[in-house]
Structure formats: structure tokens, C-alpha cells
């Protein structure tokens, strides 16, 4: 029987360019009937927390303030995450257009492209597309700009209120929250705070209607997704796939044949051992809870000459340089983590030692700031938990 594989879409990358009509087609509309459009598509943020796009918008379009900001979260930072560099590449029209259509809803005159630091060489071409898209503005009569903010590098300044933060000459540093951003966002103002995927989705809604893109998918997990598909794979590259795929036909489409794990979602994402790829699907959790995990789009395919120790020291590397230090959870936790699994694996400490670290990570979900630190433990637990021989001296 010939083998079916994962249909490849092009909804995001597909060259159109109607951005024109598009803008006068939406807003003609009222604000309710394109926020209802966008609520029943079913459109969930891609930047990996999946809160519904609608409703981000509907909450910043009922703030009672003159000044509000549109921002689109371009930092792209997470390990295994390349595709919004693509989308902002090949179709940066797109991105502007949902921009412009989501400050026209919530009533700002400001965006502003928060570009990750390494992308610098995106900026020029980044520029053109801005000015083009501005004189597209001035044309139609749009009191609309956006300009590019340049971030530095760190992975915490992809947080959205530490972005803020960033953005206002400040250390780049979680805030409290509540306030939302949609409430008190970036200089205290109703900011929209998307991530480059996002947008670009909100144009496919907006020019073929919420339906064809409720109809991709599954339950919770709507529309299509690009994803990033790195490590041991003869494909490695950037696709546009139907969300709610199964692991399992993913590692026969795209694995070498020898796929011993997947890491979903980067170094805070889960890693997946071979015995659960046909019991898990990629999509947020909802009903399926149990079996379906998240992604802002990494997909990291390891095969059996891969250490999972070296995956885990690697990723708890990366954690200790990036947490920002401002809670004690992560701060302290991530470092002990590092130095416990070094003394398991030299054996200065019993394999029983890694339930204590286990612990660790567990409270470290529960107790730290935001998202960095509460996520350490979805990489550590999965990959000590299936892979325990591997840890051990
Ligand atoms: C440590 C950390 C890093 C993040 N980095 C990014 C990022 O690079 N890009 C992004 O879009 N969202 C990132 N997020 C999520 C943002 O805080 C925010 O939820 C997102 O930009 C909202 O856009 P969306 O609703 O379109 O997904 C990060 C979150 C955390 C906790
Ligand atoms: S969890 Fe980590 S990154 Fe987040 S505020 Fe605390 S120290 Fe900073």
C-alpha cells in the first residue's frame, strides 16, 4: 500500500499579494464582524502560549485609552525555531497587513516589529517592505506606522513583558501579571502583542474567510501551523503542515528511519521516546489533554547515536544563561539542575538523586516568575523520566 504523507500547505508562504484589497474588503467591515471572523476561525497564538487571537484583539478594543500599540513578536528565540525569519523573509506584506488590521480594531496609530538581534541582516529588507506598506497606507488615508525595534539577544526579551521592558531602555525582566498586556502593555499602554505566525494567519482569515481555516485541524488546534524540523532528518527545513498531526506519521515523514525521540516545542518544550510517538498529537491541549503538546513550531528529531544526557545538559546550559535572574526558583534552580545531573552522570551522586532534581523542576513549575522558569521542567522530567539509562554513570 503507498505510503500517505503529511499534506504540505501554502497557505502563509503562498505568494499573493492583495494586501490592497484585503485592507479596504476589512475595513469596511465593523469592528465586531472581523473580531468574530478571527474568534471563529479559531486562530490561537503561535508563539507557543496559544491564547485565542480574537479574543487578545477584543480585549485591547474595549480599553478605554487614546494610545494603544500593535506588536509583533519577531524575537524568535526559543532553540529549533527558525520559521518566522521565513514568513518575515518571503512574506513580511502579510505580517504588516494583520498589523494594520488589528491597530484599526483596537484604535492605534503605532506597531512597532520587535526583530531578534541576530536577524539584523532582515532589516533592510524588512525597511523596503515598511516603506512600500506605508505609502499603501497614505494612499488609502491610514493613520498607521511601524517601525523595527532591534533587540539584543536575549531569550527572556521574547517574554512579552520583559519585551516591553526591553523596549522602554529597561533590563529585559518579566513583569507581574496581571496587568495583561491588552490592559497595561508596552510604556503602560493596551498593547496587542502577536507573534510573526500569527499575523500572518490573520490575512489567510481575512481573505478566504474563517471556515477554510477552521476546517484544517483538530478540536483545539485549528488552521495550520509552520513548523521548524531540525536535527536527524535528511529533510531539515521549514513546512506548513495541518495542526493536530500525529507524531508518528511526522517521524515517518521526516526522520531518518532511526528516530529514538522528538523534541515538541524547543528547550521548553517535551521530549517524546519512540513508545509514544503514535499516542501523541501536536496541538494544544484541550480535550485531548494527555497526549496533545504544543509547539511554537520546533521540531528537533534525535536518532539512536544521539546522547539524550548531552540533549539535557545542552538545553540546561542554555536555561542557566538565559534566565534573567530576577526570581530564586529559576535563578538558583536552573544552576542546580546543571550541577546535579553533572554529579549524577560522574557519579558523585546516586541515580535516586535525579527524583530529587525532578522534584526541583516540579517547584520551579509552580514557583517561578513566568514562562522560562516554569517551563525547565517539561524538557528536564521528560527527557530523565524516559531516558534514565542514559543519566546515570
Ligand atoms: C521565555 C519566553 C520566551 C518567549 N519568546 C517568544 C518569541 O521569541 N516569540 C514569540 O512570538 N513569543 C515568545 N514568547 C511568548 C510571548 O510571551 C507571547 O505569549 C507571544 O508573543 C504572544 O503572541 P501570540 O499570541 O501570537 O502567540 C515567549 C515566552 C517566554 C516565556
Ligand atoms: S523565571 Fe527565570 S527568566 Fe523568569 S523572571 Fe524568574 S529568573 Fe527571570
Partial sequence: ??????????????????????????????????????????????????????????????????????????????????????????????????????????????????????????????????????????????DFRVEIFLGSGAYICGEESALFESMEGKRGEPRNKPPFPTAQGYKDKPTVINNVETLAHTYSIFKYGPEKFRDLGIQDSRGSKVFSVSGDTPVPGIYELEFGMSLQKFVDDFADGDAKAVQVGGASGFCVPRKRFDKTVIGYQGKLRGTSLPTGGSMMIFNSSRSMYNVLHNYLDFFVEESCGQCTPCRVGTQQLLLGVEAVKKGEQPSSYLDKLMDLAEAMRITAKCGLGQSVANSFSSIVENFKEEMIY
Avoid at 497557505?11 to 475595513?27: C, G, P, S, W, Y
Avoid at 526559543?78 to 505580517?95: A, C, N, Q, Y
Avoid at 497587513?97 to 538581534?117: D, E, P, S
Fill in 1 to 142: 500500500m503507498k505510503k500517505k504523507h503529511l499534506q504540505r500547505l501554502d497557505l502563509i508562504f503562498k505568494n499573493e499579494h492583495d494586501t490592497e484589497a484585503i485592507l479596504e474588503k476589512t475595513f469596511k467591515r465593523s469592528n465586531d464582524d472581523v473580531i468574530n471572523d478571527l474568534i471563529s476561525s479559531g486562530l490561537k497564538g503561535r508563539g507557543g502560549a496559544g491564547f485565542p487571537t480574537g479574543l487578545k484583539w477584543k480585549l485591547a478594543s474595549e480599553e478605554e485609552t487614546e494610545v494603544k500599540y500593535v506588536i509583533c513578536n519577531a524575537d524568535e528565540g526559543e532553540p529549533g525555531t527558525f520559521k518566522d525569519r521565513e514568513i518575515l523573509s518571503s512574506v513580511p506584506h502579510k505580517v504588516l497587513a494583520g498589523m494594520a488590521v488589528c491597530a484599526r480594531i483596537i484604535g492605534a496609530k503605532k506597531g512597532f516589529i520587535y526583530l531578534r538581534g541576530e536577524y539584523l541582516f532582515l532589516k533592510p529588507q524588512l525597511l523596503e517592505a515598511i516603506d512600500k506598506f506605508h505609502s499603501l497606507l497614505d494612499e488609502m488615508k491610514v
